[in-house]
């Protein structure tokens, strides 16, 4: 559905996006992340046609977006951080006029309207000034214009700012409604709020895209082996003699311990094994009880400051 080529765009000596290459598939919806700064306003501008790239290109449903940026307008619908609204409108006369700006024929004009404000839930705003609304209703209200006409392809920036948390709720499963027939790409400073819609993730930094993978993969890759954290009834030294008899044991560390009397550690093996097996049986012949056994997992957001902080040094240095 969307392909990206070796994407460049700068702004004098500084370079905003920096050969990105990436592909969105229809039906999937992506988690476009990246520190302030980093190139994803940007980028997702140079989606919608907003912007220009300096150099490389974008394909949308196979169409150059610079040779056909009318078809292609027609297909995108994008809800920028700040949505375009015009504050001296009706919700209804704004989305009228957003209608028309997306063509919509006249004779499904009312229809649409109608649907689109059932499925963002502000039909009983319909006659309010878009002014006097809250800003939650203002964001959804930008959500509407963004989908008044119909798109294959949803562009959401920040889409749940300043909604409380029943509204984000339900813009979540919104979304995750409209992916199943469309591609959406989404951007978000809230992590767990990515994490709960999105199975795939790009992530930018400086302008690079450091991972584009899922989440579960990426905590693999960084994690570089089979991590379990392990809270048992033990001192070290008694852990530590039952747990360097197991081979595929790489590492042991020592954390503090959540529960008075005991040890929690991280047990660390070669990458790809499991040694949960070998490490109970182990702890078994030691008379060790074994009070926690789990797989050390990474959240969006240390995946997302370890690829911040580490990848990027490393794009510099090979650049060097």
């Known amino acids: 559905m969307i392909e990206v080529t070796n994407l460049v765009r700068r702004y004098g000596p500084h370079v905003a996006v920096d050969r990105a290459n990436f592909k969105i598939e229809r039906g999937e919806i992506v988690g476009f992340l990246g520190p302030n700064g980093a190139g994803k306003t940007t980028t997702m501008n140079i989606l919608t046609g907003y912007l220009s790239s300096t150099e490389g290109n974008v394909k949308v449903k196979g169409m150059d977006i610079l040779e056909h940026p009318t078809e292609i307008k027609k297909v995108i619908g994008y809800l920028p951080e700040n949505p375009p609204l015009y504050m001296d ?34 039909e009983d705003m319909s006659k309010r000034l878009v002014k006097n609304l809250s800003k939650g209703y203002k964001q959804r209200v930008g959500l509407a214009q963004a989908m008044i006409g119909d798109p294959e392809v ?3 920036d920040e889409p749940t700012a300043g909604l409380d948390p029943k509204q984000i709720l339900e813009i979540r499963a919104l979304i995750t409604e409209l ?7 989404l951007s978000s400073h809230i992590l767990p709020e990515v994490s709960a819609v999105c199975k795939r993730v790009l992530i930018i930094n400086r302008g690079i895209i450091v991972a584009d993978d899922t989440p579960g993969n990426l905590a693999h890759r960084l994690l570089g082996g089979s991590h379990i954290i392990l809270r048992l009834d033990a001192t070290e030294a008694e852990a530590s003699k039952a747990l360097t008899k197991v081979s595929s044991v790489q590492k042991i560390e020592f954390k503090e311990s959540q529960e008075t009397g005991t040890v929690e550690l991280v047990a660390e093996a070669s990458q790809d ?13 030691a008379n060790i009880p074994i009070l926690m056994m789990r797989s050390q997992d990474m959240s969006l957001e240390e995946i997302f400051l370890n690829l911040t902080t580490i990848e990027v040094g490393k794009n510099e240095e090979a650049r060097a």
């Open 154 to 156: 949803l562009i959401m």
């Open 89 to 122: 409108m009706t919700v209804k006369e704004y989305l009228s006029f957003a209608t028309d700006i997306k063509r919509v024929p006249k004779s499904e004009k009312k229809q649409r309207m109608d649907k689109v404000m059932g499925i963002v839930g502000i």
């Open 273 to 285: 094994v499991d040694i949960r097996r070998d490490v109970f049986k182990a702890l078994s012949s």
């Open 179 to 185: 992916g199943k027939d469309r591609t959406i790409i």
